[in-house]
């Protein structure tokens, strides 16, 4: 193994173990009595509030919205 690739492997690792810390954060917080589910505040979380909204557009101008309606309604 190169010492280039070695350094991406011990890199990936380091992200790896950054995440999984990262998501049981996640995960405690949304176990916390203090947290209240509901939808994604726009102000505050603005890029996912822009995917939603090209994904939303999207299945929409592609009729895919429509049939995905259709199937969750029956």
Known sequence: MTK??????VDSERVQIEDIMLCEGVQSGLESPEYCSGRCAPTVEKAM??????????LKITGILKYLNNIWID
Do not use: P
């Open 49 to 58: 509030h822009h995917f939603h909204q090209l994904l939303h557009d999207n």
């Open 4 to 9: 280039l690739s070695l350094k991406g492997v």
